[in-house]
């Protein structure tokens, strides 16, 4: 065998072992979704994606271990939709207006996955890498911010790694309460995600040019 061979086989084996464990993070998040997480166990998951019970244990010690997994994919999700829906090019308070309606959407087409997520974070000791799963979307807006604070439409004095923290942790707070507490009508979305806009455009010193 060739060292070319040798690779094609290595790269193969990346890939199965990828999707094995893809497998198991879309079958985790049918099976606590439609379940709950007290109800879920190794051997519903393993029957949704269709692996053995030893296979699960490879990549993961428990159910709850899957939890921060489940939030790559939920954050990545969200790192997709805003690529597709926020236009680079627009004014940043259009691109701060999209931002909010996609994140807006997001928790409402997503609420249950959402609520589970928090919820099986909290219960485990996974909760403290909350902060590297959310590093790309981090990095996504700080980006944003930084290109806006280039061309003079928000304040210079903002540090954008920081900023780009309490953004989105605002954003998806105003999301959280009408969609994942209140259960409020679409009226009280609207005026939220208006809100949440004038609160954050405030705070980042937006200018129309």
């Known amino acids: 065998m060739n060292d070319s061979q040798s690779f094609v ?62 939030a790559e994919v939920m954050v990545q999700k969200i790192i997709e939709a805003l690529q597709s829906s926020v236009d680079q090019d627009a004014p940043i308070h259009e691109q701060i207006k999209s931002f909010i309606a996609t994140v807006f959407q997001l928790h409402h087409d997503g609420r249950e996955q959402l609520a589970l997520l928090y919820a099986g974070l909290a219960s485990s000791e996974h909760l403290k890498e909350w902060e590297s799963i959310y590093k790309p979307y981090y990095d996504w807006v700080s980006e944003l911010l930084e290109k806006a604070q280039a061309d003079g439409s928000i304040r210079k004095s903002l540090n954008t790694v920081r900023t780009a923290r309490i953004v989105i942790g605002a954003i998806e707070s105003a999301a959280e309460q009408v969609y994942l507490f209140d259960q409020a009508d679409e ?14 455009s405030h705070a980042l010193g937006i200018q129309v040019l």
């Open 9 to 70: 086989i290595a790269c193969e084996e990346v890939i199965l072992i990828e999707d094995k464990k893809e497998r198991i993070v879309r079958a985790a998040i049918e099976v606590l979704c439609s379940k709950g997480i007290e109800k879920t166990k190794v051997s519903d998951i393993v029957k949704g994606a269709g692996i053995a019970q030893g296979t699960f244990y490879l990549y993961f010690p428990s159910k709850l271990a899957v939890m921060p997994s489940i």
């Open 187 to 200: 009226s009280e979305v609207q005026a939220q995600a208006e809100e949440v806009y004038a609160f954050v």
